[in-house]
């Protein structure tokens, strides 16, 4: 099974490195930005579970981050920052992060929380049928029917249909397709 991977985006080396030990711990694939630009390219080319975003960066402050990748992404967001007033959490939860930890912190509970998230998102993700305009998959029954008419695939063109349609507003790289359904391991 593959690894959950994380983007840590964070300016501080020294809480990257403690989280990327933590998570390697659990077993999480970690990469690591330290600065806006950089942590949404990785975001791009990665295509990551899950992000752990500080809100104070260089070059692309966190909140700019959430602004853009929100309308077009399903990746939940944790905002991990030292900006612990109420309307700084609000600002950031309304963006669109999932969570938001105020540093200090303890890399366990980001850890369990990041653990959470993911599951109740995947527990969602395990529905059996989707529905769009004229267009049915049905997961169990390995299914596709387009204006009433069922259509015939092979099984990794439904495979890859379902994991596109499931996730509607994910951009995902050829890598991170290639992992999820045919299983190949980069």
Known sequence: MAKDRILIIDDDQQICK?????FNYEEFEVF????????????KELAPDIIILD??????NGLDICRELKPHNQIPI?????????????KGLEL?????????????????RTKNLLRRINREDNKEELEFAGLIINREQRMVKVKGEEIS??????DLLWQL???????FSREKLLELVWDFDY
Do not use: W
Not at 55 to 60: A, D, R, S, V, Y
Not at 97 to 109: C, G, L
């Open 18 to 22: 403690i989280l990327r030990d933590y």
């Open 32 to 43: 690591v930005a330290h600065d806006g630009q950089d942590g949404l390219e990785k975001i």
């Open 55 to 60: 809100l104070m960066l260089p070059e692309k």
């Open 78 to 90: 944790i905002i991990l920052s030292a900006k612990n007033r109420e309307n700084d959490r609000i």
């Open 96 to 112: 669109g992060a999932d969570d938001y930890v105020t540093k200090p912190f303890s890399p366990r509970e980001v850890v369990l």
């Open 153 to 158: 695939l092979a099984p990794k063109e439904f």
């Open 165 to 171: 349609a499931s996730s509607p507003k994910t951009v």
